[in-house]
């Protein structure tokens, strides 16, 4: 079992900036990909960053490419998303989820957080 915990969202500006953490609890969390997703109401989840268990592969979807980072520490048990030149667009429930490899489809994670709210004003 892993249980994630997002925290780090809010609001800010448009062209602001955000990191978004989740810590997760148990020793196993290296043994994990992790990836950000986001929902907004009445629309599905969305993907938006992964990262493989060792932090060397990364992938972002083209709507956040060259503006969101996302990163690892398996020391602490934590994944972050940098979130840089933020727009309206991106205003939604941000959720971080684990999974035994990376993928793209949010229904082949096992493990996800609560989700923390991003509101970007314009």
């Known amino acids: 079992q892993v249980q994630l915990v997002e925290s780090g969202g809010g609001l800010v500006q448009a062209g602001g900036s955000l990191r978004l953490s989740c810590a997760a609890s148990?020793?196993?969390?290296?043994?994990?990909?992790m990836g950000w997703f986001r929902q907004t109401p009445g629309k599905e989840r969305e993907f938006v960053a992964g990262i493989d268990r060792n932090g060397i592969m990364t992938y972002y979807a083209d709507s956040v490419k060259g503006r969101f980072t996302i990163s690892r520490d398996n020391a602490k048990n934590t994944v972050y998303l940098q979130m840089n030149s933020l727009h309206a667009e991106d205003t939604a429930v941000y959720y971080c989820a684990a999974g035994p490899r990376f993928q793209y489809a949010d229904t082949r994670y096992d493990y996800w957080g609560q989700g923390t709210q991003v509101t970007v004003s314009s």
């Open positions: 148990g020793r196993t969390f290296g043994t994990y990909a």
